[in-house]
């Protein structure tokens, strides 16, 4: 099942997977986007960064290591759940429920930055938006995205992007990482 930042092809189209990003290129990608928002925050100082279940949450760990490294101390990291605060809970499948995990500072006054893997139509950000005004105020609210295959539905803009890919609507774009599907790949199709 496609997840709900995918567009899936009709049942009769088959296409083959083309890879647009490989391991070396996600890491690449992920350390572009850490150094991007360090330079922007001017350090890591309260910096949480919030991945967004399902593949924004390891994203969101990896950039936290990678910028634990050049500063030489941890980033805050949690995990949001925006599945009850989609606009999209009746015309979509059932969906299984994930935790929402939050840093023990919290992040009232703090710049979150919510990491997710595919910015498509935006609808995901604005349940995210919504979910985090539920659990406190931030002083900014910034995105970081693996990749932006562009067709928002939504003025929602990435703020850190790893991989700008122009897509046809009809096209799947598929990340894959290794702590979840045992391999590092976007691939489009």
Do not use: C, W
Request: aromatic share 2%; glycine share 6%.
């Amino acid at each position: 099942m496609p997840a709900p930042d995918e567009a899936s092809p009709g049942p009769t189209t088959e296409r083959a997977d083309r890879t647009v990003l490989d391991a070396r290129d996600i890491s690449r990608a992920l350390t572009r986007i850490s150094h991007e928002l360090l330079e922007r925050n001017k350090g890591a100082t309260d910096l949480v960064l919030l991945g967004l279940h399902t593949r924004g949450v390891p994203l969101a760990r990896r950039i936290a290591e990678k910028i634990a490294t050049v500063e030489g101390a941890p980033v805050a990291v949690g995990e949001l759940d925006v599945t009850m605060y989609r606009d999209d809970l009746r015309s979509q499948p059932t969906r299984r429920a994930h935790r929402t995990a939050l840093p023990t500072a919290g992040i009232d006054g703090k710049v979150v930055v919510l990491v997710d893997d595919v910015l498509f139509s935006g609808r995901t950000i604005r349940a995210a938006l919504d979910a985090l005004a539920d659990l406190g105020r931030p002083s900014a609210v910034r995105l970081a995205v693996l990749v932006d295959r562009g067709h928002r539905q939504l003025p929602i803009r990435a703020d850190h992007v790893g991989k700008n890919l122009p897509s046809a609507l009809a096209e799947r774009v598929s990340v894959r990482l290794a702590e979840i599907d045992g391999t590092d790949e976007v691939t489009i199709s």
